[in-house]
């Protein structure tokens, strides 16, 4: 057994071809989820890629090399199955990002202590275009990004506000607005 998967990982590893990106999709800022069929699983070679600069590539089952070696500089995500989280390094900026199984930007996702904000309440915060929503444990967004600033869901609600200044120290920072509100999971305005 363990000389079969053995076999798989060396072919897996010496069969890889680089896919290009869809002509339909080069120069769009960021994709969507679509639905994915079991084939369109992305595997993180080499599986122990851990560190920022440690180099690493994903592979679909047949071994294609569907985002290559050195094209983003650290994964939070083995197995992508809807969606995986990388840091993308291009233009020095280091972006916490969302990618879909083609490789393509979704959103970036909320940084929180040193990597991608934490799933709370089924949902985590991500940005587009500088603004903050919500997407769900499957990377779909639940609350397109429209808040300036937001607190993570807790209880069935998040606090949130359109017009807001982050306060920054060394180490942290501080969300201040006059006008806080709550949202539901549906982005209605709840008590």
């Known amino acids: 057994m363990k000389g079969s998967l053995a076999l798989a990982a060396i072919v897996a590893l010496f069969s890889c071809t680089t896919q290009p990106q869809s002509e339909e999709n080069q120069g769009a800022e960021y994709?969507?989820?679509t639905d994915s069929s079991p084939?369109?699983?992305?595997?993180r070679i080499p599986g122990d890629a851990y560190e920022m600069g440690e180099d690493f590539a994903y592979i679909n089952q047949k071994g294609d090399t569907?985002?290559?070696f050195g094209r983003y500089g650290l994964s939070f995500t083995?197995?992508?199955?809807?969606f995986g989280i990388v840091i993308d390094k291009s233009g020095g900026n280091n972006e916490l990002i969302a990618i879909n199984p083609h490789g393509q930007r979704l959103y970036e996702v909320f940084w929180i202590d040193n990597g991608p904000d934490y799933l709370s309440d089924g949902l985590f915060r991500i940005i587009r275009n500088g603004k903050i929503g919500y997407a769900d444990a499957s990377g779909k967004i639940v609350i397109q990004p429209q808040f300036t600033c937001a607190y993570p869901f807790e209880d069935g609600r998040a606090k949130v506000a359109l017009?807001?200044?982050t306060v920054t120290d060394?180490?942290?920072?501080v969300m201040e607005s006059d006008s806080w509100f709550y949202v539901d999971k549906m982005g209605e305005k709840t008590e």
């Open 39 to 43: 084939g369109d699983t992305l595997f």
């Open 78 to 82: 083995d197995t992508i199955t809807t």
């Open 66 to 68: 569907i985002v290559p």
């Open 31 to 33: 994709a969507e989820i």
């Open 170 to 173: 060394m180490d942290h920072f």
């Open 163 to 165: 017009d807001c200044k």
